[in-house]
């Protein structure tokens, strides 16, 4: 009998190239996985905030930590007005939808849930000096008579801050559209 040619342990060429394609792909699966790995700890990392601040024992047993108190300004103003001036906020009416409000010293003045708004104009009065609220009135200048706001105006003394907001339509009816209004006695 003869000998094998073949030595036992040897391989093919087309084997030898399988295995390597089996290396090559095993070793993307494998970076693939790495990756996804590292982009979910970075992920979970920034998004949680896990910091040695936010892991302690109290939280996790629902103790109440103290709440920071922001102090609020006058008329929910963004910032506190300075010294010797007056804080207010005037919102006109959205339509005949929403109604105007007033707000002079952290004081409602007007504002539909204080019922005391109406149609058209809106006017409050206010002592320029010692921040007192003087008058309070509403004037309809759709169906309303202008006249009563003329008179209205012509009353104001001088140091007295108007503050006025509209609702609906303050115009149609206005007592001098286009043209100077009469002058004031």
């Not at 290396?23 to 896990?50: C, E, K, P, Y």
């Not at 939808?97 to 707000?103: E, F, K, L």
């Amino acid at each position: 009998m003869e000998k094998p040619t073949c030595i036992r342990g040897t391989r093919t060429l087309s084997h030898t190239l399988h295995l390597d394609r089996m290396r090559v792909s095993g070793l993307l699966r494998l970076s693939a996985l790495l990756f996804t790995l590292v982009a979910t700890w970075l992920f979970l990392r920034n998004s949680i905030g896990l910091s040695t601040k936010t892991i302690r024992l109290p939280r996790w047993l629902g103790v109440a930590s103290k709440e920071i108190q922001v102090p609020k300004s006058k008329c929910g103003l963004s910032k506190p007005c300075p010294a010797n001036f007056f804080a207010f906020k005037i919102c006109s009416g959205a339509a005949n939808v929403v109604g105007p409000s007033m707000c002079f010293e952290n004081e409602i003045l007007m504002s539909p849930v204080k019922n005391n708004v109406g149609r058209g104009l809106n006017v409050a009065l206010v002592n320029g000096t010692t921040g007192r609220v003087m008058r309070m009135s509403s004037f309809d200048m759709y169906t309303g008579d202008p006249n009563l706001l003329l008179k209205f105006l012509a009353e104001i003394t001088e140091g007295t801050l108007v503050l006025v907001a509209s609702y609906d339509d303050p115009g149609t009816n206005a007592p001098c559209p286009g043209r100077p209004c009469p002058p004031q006695n």
